[in-house]
């Protein structure tokens, strides 16, 4: 069924993943948000001559934990002010990027009100939005390696944030991300990059990642599964010998079967009188010839 409610879509099959994450989740208005702003270019930008102005402009809107809901913040406060575009011009913004998403995003609530998905808002509770995110990019989840380095989850590929990220100048480093997608320059940078927690990529991703019991003892886990390998033994020795049971029981139907036939057959010389199924013999019902 997500299937079919995905390709009702144009989009990306991790952007309207996440727009159905975002509606089971409560945030449908927010994620659609987000949609809209990945799908037109980045709406930020740095003149060369006034850099650091538009870099001060820019934090205004930071998220620390997020660069997608930065976009969302940036979206939402330019609707505030009445989506002029006097104001994007203040905060170094694209007032026609901001349009083309305001487009976008009302084509795409068009396309979910015709497939009867709720619009609903999280409020300012953005962590199941986060959550959202990363059910669309759990494949693309890094893992702290060191200060401003990641390395993706899968793959082991070494990944940088950039330096224009919200998360560059956090007070703490997260220990897991997930990322839009790598640009290939002088590193490899991440682009969008959200912090999540790491059950999150157990809970949504459960083909890719597993939850460690830390717990334990490296002895009692190796216990565990010499345990769980003899209970697998059992099971398989037990299956064998139903299965060769079977066999023999009709091995033995197969070997009743033939001899009844062979006790029907009639041996000549062997002196057996063939009967009638009534019982009588053929030769109390022979009649003499003559002419």
């Known amino acids: ?3 079919r409610n995905r390709v009702e879509f144009p989009l990306e099959p991790a952007l309207a993943r996440m727009l159905l994450a975002g509606a089971a989740l409560g945030c449908s208005s927010e994620v659609l948000t987000i949609v809209s702003m990945l799908s037109v270019p980045p709406v930020f930008f740095r003149p060369a001559d006034r850099a650091e102005e538009s870099d001060a402009a820019r934090e205004k809107f930071f998220i620390p934990e997020s660069d997608h809901l930065t976009m969302l913040h940036a979206y939402q406060q330019w ?4 989506y002029r575009s006097d104001w994007c011009d203040r905060h170094f ?4 990027g901001l349009r083309k998403a305001k487009e976008v995003r009302q084509q795409l ?8 998905i709720t619009m609903t808002s999280c409020g300012h509770d953005w962590d199941v939005v986060r959550k959202a995110i990363c059910s669309a990019y759990f494949q693309n989840a890094a893992k702290f390696k060191s ?3 990641y390395m993706n989850c899968r793959s082991g590929m070494p990944a940088h944030l950039h330096p224009s990220s919200a998360l560059y100048g956090l007070g703490y480093t997260p220990d897991y991300v997930v990322y839009h997608e790598l640009v290939m320059t002088a590193k490899e940078y991440m682009q969008c990059v959200t912090a999540v927690e790491p059950e999150w990529l157990a809970e949504l991703g459960p083909m890719f990642f597993s939850v460690k019991d830390m717990n334990t003892s490296r002895i009692d886990s190796r216990k565990k ?8 033994d059992e099971e398989m020795k037990v299956a064998q010998e139903a299965k060769a049971a079977v066999r023999a029981e ?3 139907k197969e ?3 033939r001899s009844k036939e062979a006790e029907a057959i009639a041996t000549p010389g062997t002196g057996r009188r063939l009967t009638t199924p009534s019982g009588s013999s053929m030769s109390a019902r022979r009649k003499p010839l003559g002419l």
């Not at 609530?109 to 009867?116: E, F, H, P």
């Open 79 to 82: 609707k505030n002010n009445g």
């Open 1 to 3: 069924q997500i299937g």
């Open 250 to 252: 009709l091995a033995a």
């Open 255 to 257: 070997e009743a079967v």
């Open 147 to 149: 200060i401003g380095e």
């Open 109 to 116: 609530a068009d396309i979910m009100l015709t497939q009867k």
């Open 93 to 96: 913004l694209h007032a026609k």
């Open 225 to 232: 599964q010499k345990e769980q390998k003899a209970a697998m």
